[in-house]
């Protein structure tokens, strides 16, 4: 009897604990419906404040930004290569000659960078006089071939790099030397594993066509990309196909102080909005306007004063990928010693070779650039 009597007041564990549960949800009072209670606000406030992490969105965005630019920008891009290439500089220098026109250096600033312009241009429209319109496209596959993977690697590189070390190292927060760390890390991971890539596409683009030799296609070195890297690979070897490598490296740092200056016009711009919601007054059409537009101007002048400091670097890059001599030998075999011989034969002037079209490009390249990116990572679910 005793027994009966504690089994009936203790209910077994189960039953106890399915009491308990039942105890903590509100029933309705019309239906008799069981209603969970509600989650609290600070749970659904914490996870809308975490967003799901896209480290692919990144990769996604990149390659498409990368590639719209690529297209939009080729022409000139043929047109600064010729005009860095040496090649090209001693056809400049010897129409110079024949035409009586001094040096630019013994030129005043205004003449010379009117000289600059007019020699670039003459030679943009006689690309499409003498070689056909196709000839302003020519190495465009290997170009979005390189130009797709390595801004896909670049971007991906850099969002998440700063992700993990603003997580690991900095409480979460971002900083500038986040952004100098995570670009300077993504520039040479990019650089290493597309530079056989902007090989070829440097080789295609100097390789003089034959409406400028005999007027036949049997003179032309280079068939086609794969005929490119066979020659290379068999006259130069594996390392061959890493030429200019260093100069890549070199190249670092251009990107990263790129990605630095962007990231403080992205806060700026962030900032001023902050600001202009905490004032309660309406926003204007130049506030609107500024929005949308700030980062593609913000992307466009990082992309600037990048590119006239460490502008050198580009033509010492091409003249190291730059295929052998006729007898075989590399006239430029490293960094230092391309910089002196360009120095000695040429001048100061010859390391901004290109300077023109190359800005017309990299400016209005990084805009669209970061202006696709920005866009389209909203679209996958990600922040930049």
């Known amino acids: 009897m005793p027994f009966s009597i504690i089994s009936k007041s203790f209910p077994p564990p189960s039953q106890a604990l399915s009491e308990t549960h039942e105890a903590s949800l509100t029933q309705s009072r019309e239906t008799g419906d069981v209603i969970p209670e509600p989650q609290s606000q600070s749970a659904l406030a914490t996870r809308r404040e975490t967003p799901e992490v896209k480290p692919w969105a990144h990769f996604v965005a990149g390659g498409v930004g990368g590639m719209t630019s690529a297209t939009l920008t080729s022409p000139l891009d043929v047109l600064k290569t010729r005009l860095q290439s040496d090649f090209y500089q001693s056809q400049i220098i010897a129409s110079r000659n024949a035409r009586g026109i001094p040096p630019p250096q013994s030129l005043s600033l205004p003449r010379s960078a009117l000289l600059h312009f007019r020699e670039t241009f003459q030679i943009l429209f006689s690309i499409h006089r003498v070689e056909g319109w196709r000839a302003l496209f020519k190495g465009l596959g290997p170009n979005l071939t390189g130009v797709v993977p390595a801004r896909a690697i670049n971007f991906y590189a850099y969002g998440n790099g700063k992700r993990v070390i603003s997580q690991h190292f900095n409480h979460g927060k971002e900083a500038a030397w986040v952004h100098l760390c995570a670009a300077a890390n993504a520039g040479i991971i990019t650089g290493t594993m597309t530079n056989p890539i902007w090989l070829v596409k440097t080789r295609l683009q100097l390789d003089k066509s034959q409406a400028e030799k005999t007027g036949t296609l049997s003179n032309r070195q280079y068939k086609s990309s794969l005929d490119c890297v066979r020659q290379t690979f068999r006259a130069e070897g594996v390392r061959g196909l890493y030429r200019g490598l260093s100069a890549s490296y070199l190249g670092v740092t251009e990107s990263t102080l790129q990605w630095v200056l962007y990231?403080?016009?992205?806060?700026?711009?962030?900032?001023?909005?902050?600001?202009?919601?905490?004032?309660?007054?309406?926003?204007?059409?130049?506030?609107?306007?500024?929005?949308?537009?700030?980062?593609?101007?913000?992307?466009?002048?990082?992309?600037?004063?990048?590119?006239?400091?460490?502008?050198?670097?580009?033509?010492?890059?091409?003249?190291?990928?730059?295929?052998?001599?006729?007898?075989?030998?590399?006239?430029?075999?490293?960094?230092?010693?391309?910089?002196?011989?360009?120095?000695?034969?040429?001048?100061?002037?010859?390391?901004?070779?290109?300077?023109?079209?190359?800005?017309?490009?990299?400016?209005?390249?990084?805009?669209?650039?970061?202006?696709?990116?920005?866009?389209?990572?909203?679209?996958?679910?990600?922040?930049?």
């Open 263 to 384: 990231e403080q016009m992205k806060l700026y711009l962030k900032r001023r909005e902050e600001r202009l919601m905490a004032s309660g007054n309406v926003p204007s059409y130049v506030d609107s306007t500024l929005s949308w537009t700030g980062k593609v101007a913000g992307a466009g002048m990082a992309k600037f004063f990048a590119a006239i400091v460490t502008y050198p670097h580009e033509v010492v890059r091409t003249r190291l990928r730059q295929a052998p001599m006729k007898d075989g030998r590399m006239k430029y075999t490293g960094i230092v010693q391309c910089f002196t011989t360009i120095w000695k034969e040429e001048g100061v002037a010859s390391l901004y070779g290109g300077l023109t079209p190359h800005m017309l490009r990299v400016v209005p390249s990084a805009a669209i650039m970061f202006g696709m990116y920005e866009m389209i990572l909203p679209l996958l679910g990600a922040q930049a």
